[in-house]
């Protein structure tokens, strides 16, 4: 191997190791997350509250959209990313309900 091709194997070794750990951090962090999700659905579903609230969608959408255009990410993968939880969120209520 030469020295440059040597360097950039470090490096590839450096940025996998840096992503390991930060997608470690997302699914600890959706863990947590769908933890007060379901005690939301639970206290839904014991008040007979609807399962969902497009009010509160439509806005933490559209604060995850500056959030990501802040972190230079882009603002429709966030968009998408925020619409499968709240879809999987939402399924969750609508099982606690039954």
């Known amino acids: 191997m030469t020295d440059s091709t040597t360097r950039a194997a470090r490096l590839l070794k450096e940025h996998r190791a840096s992503i390991d750990r930060l997608d470690a951090i997302l699914v600890y962090t ?39 255009t802040q972190a230079d990410l882009d ?15 939402i399924q969750h209520h609508k099982q606690q309900q039954t």
């Open 30 to 68: 959706l863990g947590e997350r769908f933890k007060h999700t379901q005690s939301v659905g639970r206290l839904k579903a014991a008040h007979d509250l609807p399962p969902s609230d497009p009010a509160r969608e439509a806005a933490q959408i559209a604060r995850l959209e500056d959030l990501a």
């Open 75 to 89: 603002p429709e993968f966030a968009k998408k990313f925020l619409n499968f939880i709240i879809a999987e969120v």
